[in-house]
């Protein structure tokens, strides 16, 4: 038996070992909050929101915009 062989058979052996315990969920994945906020920045026609958000002034007035939109 050559090298390689040898290490593939060490490796099979540890990979049958070392199985993940447990389930997946069941369903879609959940939303990460970054998912909403890009999802309403594209709503509102911003292109750039991290540097929106940067400007507090600038983003709390987009805020307040997006408050008074139906849906958001």
Do not use: I, Q, Y
């Amino acid at each position: 038996m050559c090298e390689t062989e040898t290490n593939l058979a060490v490796f099979e052996d540890w990979n049958l070992e070392c199985l993940p315990e447990g389930r997946r969920r069941v369903g879609r994945p959940n939303l990460r909050w970054m998912d909403g906020v890009m999802k309403d920045a594209e709503r509102l026609g911003v292109r750039n929101w991290k540097s929106k958000a940067k400007d507090r002034d600038g983003w709390r007035r987009l805020l307040e915009s997006a408050k008074t939109l139906h849906g958001l």
